[in-house]
């Protein structure tokens, strides 16, 4: 593994955990010699995750559209990568990642670790994605991931590939050790 994605909110959130624990995962990043590729942003969660890896002299590369260039990138990245749409966007962090973690945040974070989720499902990516539950915030969408596999719309094992943790250290070493999973997406054809 090179780079990790991180998705998360570009606002702070509520609880303020979330913020200390966007920067202990920039943070310990860094200190496993990897590189973060993120949304660029130098507000909220993605501020922090950035702030965290910066500290750690990690290499940060912001991929953002470029609707948004000039308006809110973090002014220390080591690299920023300005795209045509959010399309592009995801495409490109997608192609120089090699493993995706979810912060808490808001719509764009939910659709962008869901079409992580879905590429892993289908055998188009078999790169790592894991979610990062800070004090529960994903507990309930978990949840829904489960009554999906009863309702037999998700294969178990799908489902199970999906790494969950509370603890930066711990989401990065299950990364080391993924495997991917590589059988049909369909349960009943």
């Known amino acids: 593994m090179k780079n990790i994605c991180v998705f998360c909110g570009s606002s702070p959130g509520a609880d303020p955990a979330y913020l200390q624990m966007a920067n202990k995962l920039g ?3 860094a200190a496993r010699g990897l590189g973060l590729v993120y949304g660029s942003s130098n507000l909220g969660l ?12 990690a290499p940060v590369v912001g ?9 809110v990138q973090h002014p ?13 966007r995801k ?5 120089i990642s090699d493993g995706f973690i979810a912060l808490p945040g808001g719509f764009g974070t939910f659709e962008e670790l869901l079409e992580i989720l879905t590429w892993s499902q289908i ?30 719309f998700v294969k178990q094992e799908h489902r199970d590939a999906i790494i ?9 070493d299950k990364f080391e050790k993924y495997k991917p999973v590589i059988i049909d997406k369909w349960i009943d054809k």
């Open 63 to 71: 991929v953002l559209p470029k609707v948004f260039d000039g308006r």
């Open 123 to 152: 055998g188009y990516s078999s790169k790592p994605c894991g979610i990062l539950n800070v004090n529960g915030y994903y507990d309930e969408l978990l949840k829904f991931f489960d009554r999906s596999v009863e309702m037999r």
């Open 164 to 172: 969950v943790d509370t603890d930066p250290k711990k989401i990065l």
């Open 91 to 95: 495409a490109k962090m997608f192609e």
């Open 76 to 88: 220390d990245l080591t690299e920023l990568i300005v795209t045509d749409t959010m399309h592009q």
């Open 46 to 57: 993605m501020g922090e995750v950035a702030k965290g890896a910066l500290l750690g002299s």
């Open 27 to 29: 943070r310990e990043i």
